[in-house]
């Protein structure tokens, strides 16, 4: 009994000196930017010494890591609690306003989790909302809303959001206007959507064709994981399919 509760005061305190190195780091990153970011600084800050820092969380990239997903929690609190609408694109769109009003009004913590580029890696945070995000175009894509495949569209909406929100904060303050976003909104949601409506009433041929794209993705004759080939066609009739429905699409 009392090896156990020596463990769980062990962890209770690990807990707490993490909490107070990751919102040391906070601080300094709202006050004076992620160039105030180094293990010492933040050690300094949280009054621990350096090699604890490295104990919890291994190294800088890991400490960095644990602060995205510390800074962001409230946004992803936001973005999870979001109830469905019968309307998946709609949906959508407020995920893309709530993602751009979060950069604008917290550019130190934005610019850590998309700014800090370091290739193979990319925090949990940032993970997590790709995740949500994708599960919303799922939802379109049953619906079908969608006239590219899932990943398709998560790679234009995470390119769009993100690339635009990082220019704007590259400008003076006084001039990021957050209203310019609302035309590139508009037009990345319409590349991806086809013509048929939430309820899916009336949605034309080229609208469904569209659909059954997005459904059967683009496909590739060497992977065995292509749907259509799965329910029986060869890869040769699979490409042939394709270009059919992209007629009909069209």
Known sequence: ???????????????????????????????????????????????????????????????????????????????????????????????????????????AFYALMYGNLRPGRRPAAAQENGQILRRMLERARQQG???????TAARHIEASTTGAVLLLLSQPESERDPASLVGLCDTVIASIVSDTGPTGDGPTIAGQALALLAAIGEGNDAHAGDPVVKAGFSPAEAVLLREWIGTLAR
């Open 145 to 151: 809303r969608l006239r590219v495949p899932v990943e």
């Open 1 to 107: 009994m009392p090896a156990v509760r020596t463990e769980t005061v062990a962890t209770t305190d690990r807990s707490e000196q993490s909490a107070r190195i990751l919102q040391a780091a906070a601080d300094l990153l709202r006050e004076q930017g992620p160039a105030a970011i180094s293990t010492r600084a933040v050690a300094i800050a949280a009054g621990v010494q350096t090699p604890t820092l490295y104990r919890l969380f291994g190294d800088k990239d890991g400490l960095l890591d644990a602060l995205a997903s510390y800074v962001f929690e409230s946004y992803l609190a936001g973005k999870r609690a979001l109830e469905p609408s019968a309307d998946a694109i709609d949906d959508i769109r407020r995920g893309w306003d709530i993602h751009v009003e979060f950069g604008l009004q917290n550019p």
